[in-house]
T-cell receptor, first 115, second 113 residues
Framework: DAKTTQPPSMDCAEGRAANLPCNHS???????VYWYRQIHSQGPQYIIH???NNETNEMASLIITEDRKSSTLILPHATLRDTAVYYC????????????????FGTGTKLQVIP | DTEVTQTPKHLVMGMTNKKSLKCEQHMGHRAMYWYKQKAKKPPELMFV???????INESVPSRFSPECPNSSLLNLHLHALQPEDSALYLC????????????FGPGTRLLVL
């Protein structure tokens, strides 16, 4: 698995954009970048994923650098409910039909949204 | 419906007890997972079921015994646990085991006395 590096914690003012960085300098060409978050005492929640192009959904945007060695998750207007641990994960590509892609969580970034 | 349910929410058990954790999903997913999460640590994979068959066992001690009775249900049977097994046990499912998007349940918080 490619390793990911994230800052342990970040603060963001409510209503502002939260930009969470992730370094994955050893990522291989066919590995996807996934983001999950875990609100305190709840199960992790899938946010978004991408391979090369930038992606956007109703929750967030994912910006992947051209060399794919890093990415940024953007929450455009952070709310108090976005306070959580955010995990950046690089998926091992499947090997053969129905191959298994292990989800390995790193230590994540604890985002605190401040009123 | 993208919900994974887990029961019970909390469980306290002694080291000689036998208990079971239950997980259910009705999304038609054919892969289901058990994770263990210690306090202030990321989740760690324990087991993967694919089409009701055990696919991956991440070297989990035999005192944890998974079972997949059908495509919607996943159980984790617990026997002779140790206090260090106290943790949040998370169930997840995905369309199949090759799919990266997993849906997690709220977890069962287990305390072993």
């Amino acid at each position: 698995d490619a390793k990911t590096t994230q800052p342990p914690s970040m603060d963001c003012a409510e209503g502002r954009a939260a930009n969470l960085p992730c370094n994955h300098s050893t990522i291989s060409g066919n590995e996807y970048v996934y983001w999950y978050r875990q609100i305190h005492s709840q199960g992790p929640q899938y946010i978004i994923h991408g391979l090369k192009n930038n992606e956007t959904n109703e929750m967030a945007s994912l910006i992947i650098t051209e060399d794919r060695k890093s990415s940024t998750l953007i929450l455009p207007h952070a709310t108090l409910r976005d306070t959580a641990v955010y995990y950046c994960i690089v998926r091992v590509p499947p090997t053969g039909y129905g191959g298994y892609q292990k989800v390995t969580f790193g230590t994540g970034t604890k985002l605190q949204v401040i009123p | 419906d993208t919900e994974v349910t887990q029961t019970p929410k909390h469980l306290v058990m002694g080291m000689t007890n036998k208990k079971s954790l239950k997980c259910e999903q009705h999304m038609g997913h054919r892969a289901m997972y058990w994770y263990k999460q210690k306090a202030k640590k990321p989740p760690e994979l324990m087991f993967v079921y694919s089409y009701e068959k055990l696919s991956i066992n991440e070297s989990v001690p035999s005192r944890f015994s998974p079972e997949c009775p059908n495509s919607s249900l996943l159980n984790l049977h617990l026997h002779a646990l140790q206090p260090e097994d106290s943790a949040l046990y998370l169930c997840a499912s995905s369309q199949d085991r090759a799919t990266g998007t997993q849906y997690f349940g709220p977890g069962t918080r287990l305390l072993v006395l």
